[in-house]
């Protein structure tokens, strides 16, 4: 018989955590940089994140919350984050729709995708057919 040893969970460094919390505190800026009023695609993807990308304000005083699953989550968040924002520049017409008023650039592919990982690489696919 072959029995599944539980793996020890892996240890975030202070470093590392401390990289990431910048890379969020860079990314909270660009967004709050944004003029307003924004679009309802870019309120939705951006408040999505607003909860992991402000951690850092929620675990100070309590550090057992950083845990190496709530690492990846941040992790995994800056990266869509990078990516949405690096699409606004790249595609200044998206951007312009993406930053006004209105349901956004592509409010077919907002409508059908609530979840905001596909919800981007849809806005990437059609921005770069």
Known sequence: MNFDLPTPERHISETEWESVFEECSVI?????????PVSSSFEHITNNWLSTLNFKE????????RSPKMYDAIVSTVKKAKKY???????????AKELSEGRGCF??????????ERLIDGYEARLRQ
């Open 85 to 95: 924002l690096a699409l606004l520049e790249e595609f200044p017409d998206f951007a």
């Open 107 to 116: 409010p077919e592919i907002y409508d059908e995708t609530p979840d905001t």
């Open 28 to 36: 909270l800026e660009k967004i709050k940089a944004k003029p307003g």
């Open 58 to 65: 929620y675990s100070k005083d309590i550090p057992d919350m």
